[in-house]
């Protein structure tokens, strides 16, 4: 905790979170912890994103505590485990959904997706999903274990069933 206040000590908002200081955070661990130092905005957050880019990964905006949530950083055997699932689960079911449907349905790397109903304002990041379109919520989403507690993968799974929709 001392060495992220370390960290944090010239940043008084979110704009001035830059690159440089998520590097070092997640230097100093690789576990999840929040930032409550300042206010987070759903506006705010999108605007930094839109700055910084969607690329950052792993770091969600909890909209009804208004702060930053750095999630575990994902190991080699996270990323293995969703590719797998990815190829042989998530695209055959695209491409059946896609013949069915006559329409088209995208699969989603860790993209930032809007949460709903008890939620609101929070923005929360899939290992990977499966979307009729960009800005609809996910109609499939992979949460991947090895990364995460079993508690906390199940509060990622109430979060996207009750903020999904």
């Known amino acids: 905790q001392d060495q992220i206040k370390h960290i944090l000590q010239d940043v008084s908002c979110l704009m001035d979170l830059s690159i440089e ?6 230097g100093v661990t ?3 912890f929040a930032i409550d130092k300042f206010q987070v905005s759903m506006a705010d957050y999108c605007e930094w994103l839109s700055i910084l880019g969607d690329d950052i ?3 969600e905006l909890d ?12 190991g080699a055997m996270h990323e293995i485990a969703v590719d797998v699932v990815r190829e042989f689960l998530l695209q055959p079911l695209r491409d059946r959904l896609n013949a069915v449907t006559q329409s088209h349905h995208s699969l989603m790397g860790s993209k930032m997706t809007l949460l709903y109903n008890g ?3 929070s923005f929360k990041l899939p290992d990977a999903s499966l979307k009729h379109s960009e800005s609809d919520p996910p109609i499939v989403v ?5 990364a995460e507690t079993t508690r906390d993968l199940i509060n990622d799974a109430r979060r996207w069933l009750a903020g999904g929709s």
Not at 63 to 74: D, S
């Open 119 to 121: 939620h609101d304002s």
């Open 21 to 26: 200081h998520i590097n070092r955070l997640r």
């Open 30 to 32: 690789e576990a999840p």
């Open 63 to 74: 909209g009804q505590r208004q702060r930053l949530v750095f999630k575990e950083c994902p």
């Open 57 to 59: 990964r792993g770091i």
């Open 142 to 146: 992979l949460e991947d274990a090895f």
